[in-house]
């Protein structure tokens, strides 16, 4: 499938809220879109090997990914787990029958050979921030190219900012502009696409029991600086962002050491509302979510909320603070969270006029 810039990239963890929320998003908004999922991280600390996470990983990814044209899929996090553990990732989606094109990049070297294997649906090349602040990064891409034998017209090329919530507005108005200004032959490949995140990488500075807003500067950027400006580009790359979650993730968080708080993450026009409420060891989640959800949907918060029609995210998060049950963990949450934020993403890019 051959996207444009009124298509929406999301990028997600596979993990089970993500996996679910891909199934249950509305036929409408899933003919939008194009995931890329990301394989979490390898903590052998808790799964013995990486057969065992693999299995995890992959446990109803089929299901998700289905629904959908094609997929992007990344395994660079587990690079340090070597080639076996890559050539294992893609093996698998084939196996299971997923149409997916394998994602790599300029200095990997865990997952290149194997993504060569499997781009019978082309390939991906995600270019990071990094490898632009180098200097270098057109005679890069050009020289990969001829290594590898690749033509521009198999390639998805991913310009990604990689984390940006610590830039304000103009920085990553800056960045984004700088960074597209390198890249070479935009014309030419298959889709173009920039990603970034703006969303936190804590909500550690949140007060318990409280709420607060971020900025979604990466959304802000793309809409009101590239698409308002789309004439003046030699082509106006389209929107990826990573949801709910910082790229990070959470694969270091130990819950037998660590400290967590029940909150939810909605996305608005411009910002997410994070509303935050206390350690899941002082009260249970599933005691916390119900209130918390009331806040949303019936409380101070409620001229926010989308309403219950928007999308079966925000359905859920009604029935939630209606007292329905099966809705009060963070799983449950992180699910619901991702299908409204997907949803009123793809209807902000939906209604901006093209060309």
């Not at 949140?206 to 009101?224: F, G, K, L, T």
């Amino acid at each position: 499938m051959i996207f444009g810039p009124h298509h929406y990239v999301p990028v997600l963890k596979v993990k089970r809220g993500e996996k679910k929320a891909l199934q249950d998003i509305t036929a409408s908004v899933r003919s939008r879109i194009t995931p890329l999922f990301e394989i979490v991280e390898w903590n052998h600390k808790n799964v013995p090997t990486i057969d065992k996470h693999l299995e995890t990983a992959f446990r109803d990814l089929d299901e998700a990914a289905r629904r959908y044209t094609r997929c992007l899929l990344d395994a660079r996090e587990l690079e340090p787990a070597g080639f076996s553990a890559a050539a294992a990732v893609f093996e698998k989606a084939a196996a299971a029958g997923i149409t997916f094109t394998p994602v790599t990049g300029l200095s990997r070297t865990a997952d290149i050979a194997s993504a060569l294997v499997h781009r019978s649906n082309g390939i991906a090349l995600r270019l990071k921030r990094e490898e632009f602040e180098q200097g270098s990064l057109g005679r890069d891409v050009r020289e990969f190219m001829v290594r590898h034998g690749l033509s521009h017209e198999e390639v998805d090329l991913i310009v990604d900012l990689g984390p940006v919530d610590e830039l304000v507005y103009d920085g990553v108005a800056t960045l984004a502009t700088a960074f597209l200004a390198d890249v070479p032959d935009k014309t030419r490949w298959r889709t173009f696409t920039l990603a970034a995140c703006a969303f936190p990488d804590s909500m550690g500075g949140i007060e318990r029991n409280s709420h607060s807003y971020a900025e979604r500067n990466e959304w802000n950027v793309w809409r009101d600086e590239l698409y308002a400006n789309r004439r003046h580009l030699e082509r106006l790359p389209t929107f990826s962002d990573c949801g709910i979650q910082h790229p990070k993730g959470v694969e270091g968080f130990d819950p037998r050491t660590m400290q967590a708080s029940a909150a939810i993450r909605y996305a608005l026009q411009r910002q997410w509302l994070l509303i935050k409420g206390a350690g899941t060891r002082v009260t249970p989640p599933s005691q916390q979510f119900p209130q918390l959800a009331s806040r949303l949907v019936y409380g101070r918060h409620h001229v926010e909320f989308f309403g219950v029609r928007h999308c079966p995210g925000c359905a859920g998060m009604a029935a939630a603070a209606d007292g329905a049950s099966g809705l009060g963990s963070p799983e449950a949450w992180r699910r619901l969270g991702t299908i409204h934020h997907i949803t009123s993403t793809v209807e902000g890019i939906s209604v901006l006029p093209y060309p």
